[in-house]
């Protein structure tokens, strides 16, 4: 009562209206602070969540909470939205009071785009209800005459899905339609609905994260090994799908199961899968042995059966049918293609319920009178065959969402118009809008909802002033006609300048985190607010506060004048509620949607909220109106941010993993040494999730810190390699290249800011003489003047980051060869650039010395002699690479480019000796006795190829006289398969038998011989090929005996 007088009064005498919120409970009133400073004030939950229900109200609606409504005899109050606020894990209904006749009637709370759908679209939504029943009747029919069928031959198969294609225009509202359909109370009475994500990002299984996440939260375990993290280890970072209290409902199948209960008993042990795949590599599952012994290739397949499990027995616990509703399907990655698909295949009584822009052939059957009249072209692309197959027509149906008329059209209009009085919307002559309003929108919904929000402004401004109807019918009509829908970026930048300043500034830093749809939750944006108001964050002195005035430079410290807000005005946004209470005008003003946990993006520390663009256009226009510099400067921020979480992320793990194994093993001193091996070698081959490492990346390179986004890009492109994705992890591989070349770009226009060294230059020439030699073409031009003082200045002095970059290079033309078509060609231009890195980064001595072993080939051998003296004793040799290793493999990889070239001529022969002589020479600088056995196999091999037998006999006597069975061959066999130098011990035997030199041959298999036994003790299949190659040996000789005696071995 007092709520409604104040309302009453405060319009009356001041003509504005006000929100109010209402709540019951205990509360402190009285004085807080200290003598120095206090005040009057009341604290308490119920104060903070009446401030809540005042900030989040409509304009002029009284809110109550429940605790109010319980205990309030005398007035009736209707529940129509649900809010996510802050301090509570699920949405807290808004009671209004009314005179309506249920008393604190609760129903199902949907927002208004979603409402209006359920009005606007009521008959097709009615239609399209009777259908699925229908089709969950037949589904129930199937099963019972399967049950009825036993065991016997003729027994039928059971229940099989169903699959209904909602298609419409883009902008249309398929999602709100959906969720309104979903949110029938029929529907939900009869189905177990499963709704899954979005696909705004092509992360494998991204839209099945929430049905999995509920999935597993009904199990007992799966909870309590959440709750025991979460006490080890209180800043563990999990996703916030786990997080959810969703999750845990009462509507979900009351009884908790076991692990063993999620799937089928073959497939328990590759639970763990999951981690990776759909928990960012939080460990809910522990790996098992059958985990380790899959192929990277297997992974991801094996996984997709673990889900189908999953799925179908978890929808079997209801024993009722079941909707999984997946909004545009036909952007949803492979993998969560396929497991549909391996859905559809199965018996259960399912429908898939989805939506989509595309057509049909028109071979699918339409649901009446709810689709209109489409094009039959055979050209057009199927969705339903390519996801669902084309084996069984009759299980799948297409219908297409009618464009909405002129009234349906208005009714969502005047419904997405904000903050407008009653007396005010009654002055206007909304019939004469409607026919613009539907001639500009074409029945789009979402055409619609823009227009309303930009007339709103207007209307707003017109209510301050003295204006007849005409007038603003007229003024309505004009602004329709400015901003026409195809200038939709006009009514974007309208509605941005309609914003409070302080709303403006955050909207703008939120255009960062919210790139390419990702979400963003009310920490994470508070955080970076709160970072660049310090205006001091990882040695950038100038902050978005700090930095309202100056000029901006390009040094690093960069004064990001992203909105005129000055200092008090920034801390007045962190005071009380303030902050969250811009947040919630931005979702009111449309820009931002607030979405719930369990279909948010990325890791979490506790539960909190979320948003996301109302769309992928307005978060570009917004974002467009920050200079490139602020754009830079925020990049790094928020990169440095998740970097930071990365590293504790990592450290968790290890830790997290250490004290569960001694939780579990009771923590008794005897197996403290046992679990923190177990741990530490666990921890080796434990990473941050590929997906935070890809979004660091990302951000790294909007921000131009090229080096950093490339070593993020190449562990994801790892991470995704390990997981068997192997296209995803060539993605990644082709972000850190485009890296590596920004960064190239960025050395060649500071090169006169880069001092070179006496003698650098002569290296560049000689390494790109030699590089001529190998290829077929010279040095791409970005490295044309490159020297190692150039790698220096790329690489900030950081050879460590050089050998990375050098690994990355390898890996992705590795990548090129088995992805693209013709990638061996592209491949092999990029281990070139991997010999050519190598040669500038070598020591100043390992240069010398790799020059004087290819003095031979080169032409300019006085200028190799000279090479010592013309850099002089003063060269600083403190940036080179310190592991050579690395770039074995591209050596390796062109060699067997040159060996595979259906071209075998002169000129490629001459090119492949020279490559072995120079892979020969580098890998003596490793000094690592094993690369350069297995090395000098291939140029003895190339010697004997090109007709230089006697080059080559003396690279294999080397080879003999250096192996030594027990330091080299396990290593050879784990490093490059076999034992190459025992195989080219065993070729030379041939070649002095066929020369007549008995005694050499018959030294050589006396050496052979006395590895034989030795080699046994692990390689089986190596002792039977060398045993027959000794026994092939004896019968050139004649010493039959022996070769009998060997033969016999062999059988046995």
Same mark, same amino acid.
């Given at each position: 009562?007092?709520?409604?007088?104040?309302?009453?009064? @405060?319009?009356?005498?001041?003509?504005?209206? $006000?929100?109010?919120?209402?709540?019951?409970?205990?509360?402190?009133?009285?004085?807080?602070?200290?003598?120095?400073?206090?005040?009057?004030?009341?604290?308490?939950?119920?104060?903070?969540?009446?401030?809540?229900?005042?900030?989040?109200?409509?304009?002029?609606?009284?809110?109550?909470? #429940?605790?109010?409504?319980?205990?309030?005899?005398?007035?009736?109050?209707?529940?129509?939205?649900?809010?996510?606020?802050?301090?509570?894990?699920?949405?807290?209904?808004?009671?209004?009071?009314?005179?309506?006749?249920?008393?604190?009637?609760?129903?199902?709370?949907?927002?208004?785009?979603?409402?209006?759908?359920?009005?606007?679209?009521?008959?097709?939504?009615?239609?399209?209800?009777?259908?699925?029943?229908?089709?969950?009747?037949?589904?129930?029919?199937?099963?019972?005459?399967?049950?009825?069928?036993?065991?016997?031959?003729?027994?039928?198969?059971?229940?099989?899905?169903?699959?209904?294609?909602?298609?419409?225009?883009?902008?249309?509202?398929?999602?709100?339609?959906?969720?309104?359909?979903?949110?029938?109370?029929?529907?939900?009475?009869?189905?177990?609905?499963?709704?899954?994500?979005?696909?705004?990002?092509?992360?494998?299984?991204? $839209?099945?994260?929430?049905?999995?996440?509920?999935?597993?939260?009904?199990?007992?375990?799966?909870?309590?090994?959440?709750?025991?993290?979460?006490?080890?280890?209180? #800043?563990?970072?999990?996703?916030?799908?786990?997080?959810?209290?969703?999750?845990?409902?009462?509507?979900?199948?009351?009884?908790?199961?076991?692990?063993?209960?999620?799937?089928?008993?073959?497939?328990?042990?590759?639970?763990? @899968?999951?981690?990776?795949?759909?928990?960012?590599?939080?460990?809910?599952?522990?790996?098992?042995?059958?985990?380790?012994?899959?192929?990277?290739?297997?992974?991801?397949?094996?996984?997709?059966?673990?889900?189908?499990?999953?799925?179908?027995?978890?929808?079997?616990?209801?024993?009722?049918?079941?909707?999984?509703?997946?909004?545009?399907?036909?952007?949803?990655?492979?993998?969560?293609?396929?497991?549909?698909?391996?859905?559809?295949?199965?018996?259960?009584?399912?429908?898939?319920?989805?939506?989509?822009?595309?057509?049909?052939?028109?071979?699918?059957?339409?649901?009446? &009178?709810?689709?209109?009249?489409?094009?039959?072209?055979?050209?057009?692309?199927?969705?339903?065959?390519?996801?669902?197959?084309?084996?069984?027509?009759?299980?799948?149906?297409?219908?297409?969402?009618?464009?909405?008329?002129?009234?349906?059209?208005?009714?969502?209009?005047?419904?997405?118009?904000?903050?407008?009085?009653?007396?005010?919307?009654?002055?206007?002559?909304?019939?004469?809008?409607?026919?613009?309003?539907?001639?500009?929108?074409? /029945?789009?919904?979402?055409?619609?909802?823009?227009?309303?929000?930009?007339?709103?402004?207007?209307?707003?401004?017109?209510?301050?002033?003295?204006?007849?109807?005409?007038?603003?019918?007229?003024?309505?009509?004009?602004?329709?006609?400015?901003?026409?829908?195809?200038?939709?970026?006009?009514?974007?930048?309208?509605?941005?300048?309609?914003?409070?300043?302080?709303?403006?500034?955050?909207?703008?830093?939120?255009?960062?985190?919210?790139?390419?749809?990702?979400?963003?939750?009310?920490?994470?944006?508070?955080?970076?607010?709160?970072?660049?108001?310090? /205006?001091?964050?990882?040695?950038?002195?100038?902050?978005?506060?700090?930095?309202?005035?100056?000029?901006?430079?390009?040094?690093?410290?960069?004064?990001?004048?992203?909105?005129?807000?000055?200092?008090?005005?920034?801390?007045?946004?962190?005071?009380?509620?303030?902050?969250?209470?811009?947040?919630?005008?931005?979702?009111?003003?449309?820009? *931002?949607?607030?979405?719930?946990?369990?279909? +948010?993006?990325?890791? &979490?520390?506790?539960?909190?909220?979320?948003?996301?663009?109302?769309?992928? @256009?307005?978060?570009?226009?917004?974002?467009?109106?920050?200079? %490139?510099?602020? #754009?830079?400067?925020?990049?790094?921020?928020?990169?440095?941010?998740?970097?930071?979480?990365?590293?504790?992320?990592?450290?968790?793990?290890?830790?997290?993993?250490?004290?569960?194994?001694?939780?579990?093993?009771?923590?008794?001193?005897?197996?403290?040494?046992?679990?923190?091996?177990?741990?530490?070698?666990?921890?080796?081959?434990?990473?941050?999730?590929?997906?935070?490492?890809?979004?660091?990346?990302?951000?790294?390179?909007? +921000?131009?810190?090229?080096?950093?986004?490339?070593?993020?890009?190449?562990?994801? +492109?790892?991470?995704?390699?390990?997981?068997?994705?192997?296209?995803?992890?060539?993605?990644?591989?082709?972000?850190?290249?485009?890296?590596?070349?920004?960064?190239?770009?960025?050395?060649?226009?500071?090169?006169?800011?880069?001092?070179?060294?006496?003698?650098?230059?002569?290296?560049?020439?000689?390494?790109?003489?030699?590089?001529?030699?190998?290829?077929?073409?010279?040095?791409?031009?970005?490295?044309?003047?490159?020297?190692?003082?150039?790698?220096?200045?790329?690489?900030?002095?950081?050879?460590?980051?050089?050998?990375?970059?050098? #690994?990355?290079?390898?890996?992705?033309?590795?990548?090129?060869?088995?992805?693209?078509?013709?990638?061996?060609?592209?491949?092999?231009?990029?281990?070139?650039?991997?010999?050519?890195?190598?040669?500038?980064?070598?020591?100043?001595?390992?240069?010398?010395?790799?020059?004087?072993?290819?003095?031979?080939?080169?032409?300019?051998?006085?200028?190799?002699?000279?090479?010592?003296?013309?850099?002089?004793?003063?060269?600083?040799?403190?940036?080179?690479?310190?592991?050579?290793?690395?770039?074995?493999?591209?050596?390796?990889? *062109?060699?067997?480019?040159?060996?595979?070239?259906?071209?075998?001529?002169?000129?490629? *022969?001459?090119?492949?000796?020279?490559?072995?002589?120079?892979?020969?020479?580098?890998?003596?600088?490793?000094?690592?006795?094993?690369?350069?056995?297995?090395?000098?196999?291939?140029?003895?091999?190339?010697?004997?190829?090109?007709?230089?037998?006697?080059?080559?006999?003396?690279?294999? %006597?080397?080879?003999?006289?250096?192996?030594?069975?027990?330091?080299?061959?396990?290593?050879?066999?784990?490093?490059?398969?076999?034992?190459?130098?025992?195989?080219?011990?065993?070729?030379?035997?041939?070649?002095?038998?066929?020369?007549?030199?008995?005694?050499?041959?018959?030294?050589?298999?006396?050496?052979?011989?006395?590895?034989?036994?030795?080699?046994?003790?692990?390689?089986?299949?190596?002792?039977?090929?060398?045993?027959?190659?000794?026994?092939?040996?004896?019968?050139?000789?004649?010493?039959?005996?022996?070769?009998?005696?060997?033969?016999?071995?062999?059988?046995?």
């Amino acid at each position: 009562d007092a709520a409604i007088k104040i309302q009453e009064q @405060l319009l009356q005498i001041t003509e504005t209206e $006000c929100t109010i919120g209402v709540t019951l409970g205990k509360a402190f009133c009285g004085e807080i602070g200290c003598p120095s400073r206090y005040e009057f004030s009341i604290v308490g939950s119920s104060v903070n969540l009446s401030a809540r229900l005042m900030a989040k109200g409509a304009r002029g609606t009284i809110n109550c909470d #429940k605790a109010l409504v319980a205990n309030d005899a005398e007035h009736q109050y209707s529940c129509a939205v649900k809010h996510r606020l802050k301090g509570y894990d699920q949405s807290v209904p808004f009671y209004s009071p009314d005179s309506g006749e249920n008393h604190a009637q609760e129903v199902t709370p949907l927002d208004t785009h979603t409402a209006v759908h359920s009005s606007v679209r009521r008959d097709e939504i009615r239609t399209l209800i009777e259908h699925i029943r229908l089709q969950q009747e037949l589904m129930e029919q199937e099963e019972a005459r399967a049950i009825k069928g036993g065991e016997s031959e003729s027994r039928e198969s059971g229940p099989h899905p169903r699959a209904v294609m909602v298609s419409a225009r883009a902008g249309a509202g398929k999602a709100q339609f959906l969720e309104a359909l979903l949110g029938h109370p029929e529907v939900k009475s009869r189905s177990t609905v499963l709704i899954a994500n979005k696909c705004y990002h092509n992360t494998p299984f991204y $839209c099945w994260v929430p049905i999995i996440s509920r999935i597993v939260k009904t199990s007992k375990d799966v909870v309590k090994r959440i709750q025991k993290l979460k006490r080890l280890r209180r #800043k563990l970072l999990f996703p916030p799908s786990l997080l959810s209290n969703a999750a845990i409902d009462p509507s979900y199948p009351p009884e908790m199961i076991d692990n063993d209960g999620l799937v089928t008993e073959d497939l328990f042990p590759y639970l763990s @899968l999951l981690n990776d795949f759909l928990f960012m590599g939080v460990p809910l599952f522990r790996p098992s042995d059958k985990i380790r012994s899959l192929k990277d290739s297997q992974k991801v397949d094996k996984a997709i059966e673990v889900l189908s499990s999953m799925v179908q027995r978890y929808i079997a616990r209801f024993h009722r049918p079941a909707i999984i509703s997946i909004s545009d399907i036909d952007t949803i990655d492979d993998c969560s293609k396929q497991l549909v698909q391996n859905l559809y295949e199965s018996e259960m009584k399912l429908v898939f319920l989805c939506s989509t822009h595309r057509g049909t052939r028109g071979r699918r059957t339409s649901l009446g &009178s709810i689709a209109s009249t489409t094009s039959r072209s055979t050209t057009s692309t199927d969705v339903l065959d390519s996801i669902f197959g084309d084996g069984d027509n009759e299980r799948a149906e297409f219908m297409r969402l009618k464009p909405l008329g002129k009234e349906a059209v208005l009714e969502v209009f005047k419904s997405s118009i904000r903050g407008i009085a009653e007396e005010d919307e009654a002055m206007i002559d909304w019939m004469r809008v409607a026919e613009r309003v539907h001639e500009l929108c074409g /029945g789009i919904v979402r055409h619609a909802i823009e227009l309303a929000h930009a007339v709103s402004i207007e209307l707003r401004r017109m209510s301050k002033m003295q204006s007849s109807a005409q007038d603003r019918t007229n003024r309505i009509v004009e602004l329709l006609e400015d901003f026409p829908v195809s200038k939709m970026e006009e009514l974007i930048a309208l509605r941005f300048d309609a914003l409070s300043q302080e709303e403006q500034l955050l909207l703008k830093v939120a255009s960062v985190p919210g790139l390419n749809q990702h979400s963003f939750s009310l920490n994470l944006l508070e955080t970076l607010m709160l970072d660049l108001s310090a /205006g001091d964050v990882s040695g950038h002195s100038d902050g978005i506060a700090g930095g309202i005035t100056g000029d901006i430079s390009n040094d690093g410290n960069i004064p990001l004048s992203v909105g005129s807000v000055g200092g008090s005005q920034m801390e007045d946004m962190f005071q009380g509620d303030n902050f969250e209470m811009m947040m919630n005008a931005l979702v009111e003003a449309g820009f *931002l949607i607030l979405i719930g946990d369990e279909h +948010a993006d990325y890791l &979490s520390i506790e539960s909190t909220q979320s948003f996301r663009f109302a769309s992928a @256009l307005e978060q570009v226009c917004v974002n467009d109106l920050m200079i %490139e510099d602020q #754009k830079r400067e925020l990049h790094l921020r928020l990169a440095e941010h998740y970097e930071t979480r990365l590293l504790r992320l990592g450290d968790e793990r290890d830790l997290g993993f250490l004290e569960d194994d001694l939780t579990d093993g009771g923590g008794s001193l005897s197996t403290l040494t046992t679990s923190f091996t177990m741990a530490t070698s666990q921890a080796t081959s434990m990473r941050p999730s590929w997906q935070i490492t890809h979004l660091t990346a990302t951000h790294f390179s909007m +921000a131009a810190a090229s080096v950093q986004a490339l070593l993020y890009f190449f562990d994801a +492109a790892t991470e995704l390699a390990r997981l068997g994705l192997r296209e995803k992890s060539h993605g990644s591989l082709l972000s850190a290249y485009s890296c590596f070349e920004q960064r190239l770009d960025q050395c060649c226009r500071n090169n006169v800011n880069i001092v070179i060294q006496s003698g650098a230059n002569e290296r560049n020439r000689l390494a790109k003489r030699l590089l001529q030699m190998i290829c077929e073409v010279a040095v791409p031009p970005a490295m044309e003047t490159l020297t190692q003082d150039h790698l220096r200045w790329m690489f900030d002095a950081n050879s460590h980051d050089l050998v990375l970059c050098i #690994k990355m290079l390898f890996k992705f033309g590795q990548s090129i060869g088995v992805i693209e078509k013709d990638g061996y060609v592209y491949g092999s231009k990029v281990y070139q650039q991997v010999v050519f890195l190598t040669l500038l980064g070598l020591s100043e001595e390992a240069f010398a010395r790799t020059m004087s072993q290819l003095k031979d080939y080169l032409d300019d051998s006085i200028a190799v002699s000279n090479y010592d003296t013309a850099s002089g004793s003063d060269y600083d040799d403190s940036f080179s690479i310190d592991d050579l290793a690395v770039s074995f493999p591209a050596f390796s990889g *062109l060699l067997t480019f040159y060996r595979d070239s259906p071209i075998q001529n002169e000129t490629n *022969l001459g090119r492949e000796k020279v490559l072995a002589t120079l892979f020969v020479a580098v890998t003596e600088q490793q000094d690592d006795m094993v690369h350069i056995l297995r090395t000098k196999c291939i140029l003895s091999h190339l010697f004997m190829k090109t007709g230089d037998v006697g080059k080559a006999l003396s690279v294999s %006597e080397a080879i003999k006289s250096a192996y030594n069975h027990d330091e080299h061959s396990l290593q050879m066999v784990q490093m490059y398969g076999m034992d190459w130098a025992l195989i080219n011990i065993t070729t030379i035997v041939s070649v002095y038998i066929f020369r007549a030199d008995i005694a050499k041959a018959l030294e050589s298999i006396s050496f052979l011989e006395a590895q034989l036994e030795k080699v046994d003790e692990f390689a089986s299949s190596t002792k039977a090929m060398l045993k027959g190659a000794v026994s092939a040996a004896y019968l050139l000789l004649r010493r039959f005996d022996k070769a009998v005696a060997i033969s016999n071995c062999i059988s046995s």
